[in-house]
């Protein structure tokens, strides 16, 4: 369908009030893995595109995704369980 394009994601969550230095280096660690060729050809085998975005990156696409689907979600009384 022309137009139509929809996708699943995963990501990385750390809990509320997780210290800035170390939120950085799992940060860090985590976008290593993802860029790493091994892993690159492990998750391309199971069907997943590792991208590899930062914080502020994730937090924009998820901002973006909330806006998106929001409205799709409450016109469909969509809940979770």
Known sequence: MPGFEVSAWLALVGPRGLSGPLASRLEAMVIDAARDPAVTARLNGLG?????????EMAA??????????PV???LGVTAE
């Open 61 to 70: 696409m998820i901002r973006e995704e909330s806006a998106r689907w929001g």
């Open 73 to 75: 979600v409450h016109a």
């Open 48 to 56: 997943a595109e590792p991208l590899g975005k930062g914080a502020a």
